[in-house]
């Protein structure tokens, strides 16, 4: 018995070093064949990337040689017959300015000529219209500041004990108002209504005068109080009717016309400024003469037609 127990111990200390040479060898076995295999993938990826970039370098010439072959026969054709060339080339929409070497897309000379077309039909359009709207604006502006600083001048002149309606005479009274305005001087001495049309040629040099609302020819309202000027070349004259005080806001500058850049005004009771056509409130009989300013509705930005419309934007054309 003690026997075949020695026998056993001996059999499991042979058997136990097989075991683990077997297991040593194959796991040797596995990392060879894993290096293997690594080692394959990267030879077949190297394979596969150097066939990709020999096919680009080939299409890359491909694409080159093509784009030479094509300006080639361009340029034979060209220099062969220009003028079939150049019509060939038109009906196949052909343009100089699209690159054929290029595989990016590019706008043809007709694209771009009928895109210049209809910016400029736009423009056209629209640009004109801009204009006449900033320079309403610009009138608009000129107005109110004309309109805020004759009221400024009424108060002046009630704290200095003047009522300006109260002066007699409207070369007088416009001297009187002037006073306050900086740098105004007088360019029109002749206070005769007489003379009234040799002084609008005069100030008006190279236009045809004054002109009513809708463009017809009319004489000034206000031709018997000379003309001053202020320092921002606005023109200032005066009637005795109404005792009115009339104002091209501009000065020498078109459109010279009652109701655009020529306002009339009155001054009543102390000094509170009026502008013609307020209702209820007569500054003057313009209107009955056919020169209508309508410079209460240019004021209020109110159509004298149309009560929700502007007189700027809607009214004046």
Not at 308 to 314: A, H, I, L, R, V
Request: aromatic fraction near 8%; charged fraction near 25%; charge should be positive.
């Amino acid at each position: 018995m003690k026997k075949e127990m020695e026998n056993v111990t001996i059999l499991k200390k042979t058997v136990r070093p097989d075991k683990a040479q077997m297991l040593k060898q194959v796991q040797g076995d596995s990392l060879i064949k894993n290096d293997e295999v690594e080692k394959t993938v990267r030879l077949e990826k190297d394979k596969i990337l150097k066939q990709v970039q020999d096919d680009m370098v080939v299409r890359d010439d491909m694409v080159r040689v093509q784009g030479d072959m094509e300006v080639y026969g361009h340029c034979e054709r060209m220099r062969s017959n220009p003028a079939n060339y150049f019509a060939r080339s038109a009906d196949k929409n052909f343009s100089l300015f699209t690159s054929h070497l290029s595989r990016r897309a590019a706008f043809t000379l007709a694209e771009v000529l009928i895109t210049l077309g209809i910016i400029g039909v736009v423009a056209a359009v629209t640009i004109p219209v801009m204009i006449a709207n900033h320079k309403k604006q610009t009138l608009k502006t000129q107005l109110l500041k004309t309109y805020s600083e004759l009221g400024q001048v009424g108060q002046l002149a009630l704290a200095d004990g003047v009522i300006i309606s109260d002066v007699s005479t409207p070369w007088t009274r416009l001297k009187t108002i002037m006073k306050y305005f900086k740098g105004s001087k007088m360019i029109v001495t002749d206070a005769d209504y007489k003379n009234m049309s040799a002084t609008i040629e005069k100030i008006y040099p190279n236009t045809n005068g004054l002109k009513n609302i809708d463009g017809g020819q009319v004489p000034a309202y206000c031709d018997n109080g000379g003309v001053w000027q202020d320092n921002t070349g606005r023109y200032f004259m005066a009637n005795d009717s109404g005792k009115t005080v009339c104002i091209d806001i501009n000065g020498v500058k078109p459109p010279n016309k009652y109701g655009y850049d020529y306002f009339v005004f009155c001054y009543k009771e102390n000094n509170r400024l009026v502008a013609e056509g307020t209702p209820d409130d007569i500054c003057t009989n313009a209107s009955a003469l056919g020169t209508v300013t309508y410079t209460y509705n240019a004021i209020i930005d109110q159509s004298p037609d149309d009560e929700k419309k502007s007189y700027w934007k809607n009214y004046l054309k």
